[in-house]
T-cell receptor
Framework: AQKVTQAQTEISVVEKEDVTLDCVYE???????LFWYKQPPSGELVFLIR??????QNEISGRYSWNFQKSTSSFNFTITASQVVDSAVYFC????????????FGTGTRLKVLA | GAVVSQHPSRVICKSGTSVKIECRSL??????MFWYRQFPKQSLMLMAT?????????EQGVEKDKFLINHASLTLSTLTVTSAHPEDSSFYIC???????????????FGPGTRLLVL
């Protein structure tokens, strides 16, 4: 079975704080992809990152960084120096070969950044 | 690149009427499009996968006669909610992916969503 768990339902931080959103996944496939999407109040899902199972290199993009650890089946997302515009729901998703490439979404983490 | 549009963004209709939602990939050809439904403060639920020129594949529990999906071209898929009822009120989101490579799945790019309210 494939599953994505985002245990943090809602997180509130004060602007400029760093925040990490957790994502734990389950799959028996050796080839799979992990994604993070941002859903602001407007509703549109914005693609943030895609990572394949053979690339455990961490990635940094501006204030965003991702930590992929196969040993713990985690793909965590950190926002450094958070801003009010980062307030949104963030979804982690898994796509694996045995799932015919369908996305398995986590339940999302609602991030509120307070001014 | 990879922009997906949806139309309408918001629709209110009377119970018993049918509503058509369009999903377009604006700057790429989408071999595969996906339709999702999202209830307030919940995750996305995949309804169906549509491939250009073939019948859509519906997820378990989704009524194919209720939610008609047509993927007539590489840039357009439509979802028609037939005989809509208040319980069909929801946020419907489509996504599109480019033609997959030999063994890898492309990223799904999402449309802005359509809020349907059935009175």
């Amino acid at each position: 079975a494939q599953k994505v768990t985002q245990a943090q339902t809602e997180i509130s931080v004060v602007e400029k704080e760093d925040v990490t959103l957790d994502c734990v996944y389950e799959t028996r496939d050796t080839t799979y992809y992990l994604f993070w999407y941002k859903q602001p109040p407007s509703g549109e899902l914005v693609f943030l990152i895609r990572r394949n199972s053979f690339d455990e290199q961490n990635e940094i993009s501006g204030r965003y960084s991702w930590n992929f650890q196969k040993s713990t089946s985690s793909f965590n997302f950190t926002i450094t120096a958070s801003q009010v515009v980062d307030s949104a729901v963030y979804f982690c998703a898994l796509s694996a070969t045995s799932g015919t490439y369908k996305y398995i979404f986590g339940t999302g983490t609602r991030l509120k950044v307070l001014a | 690149g990879a922009v997906v549009s949806q139309h309408p963004s918001r629709v209110i209709c009377k119970s018993g009427t049918s509503v058509k939602i369009e999903c377009r990939s604006l700057d790429f050809q989408a071999t595969t499009m996906f339709w999702y439904r999202q209830f307030p403060k919940q995750s996305l639920m995949l309804m169906a996968t549509s491939n250009e020129g073939s019948k859509a594949t519906y997820e378990q529990g989704v009524e194919k006669d209720k939610f008609l999906i047509n993927h007539a071209s590489l840039t357009l898929s439509t979802l028609t909610v037939t005989s809509a009822h208040p319980e069909d009120s929801s946020f419907y989101i489509c996504s599109a992916s480019r033609e997959a490579g030999p063994s890898f799945q492309e990223t799904q790019y999402f449309g802005p969503g359509t809020r349907l309210l059935v009175l």
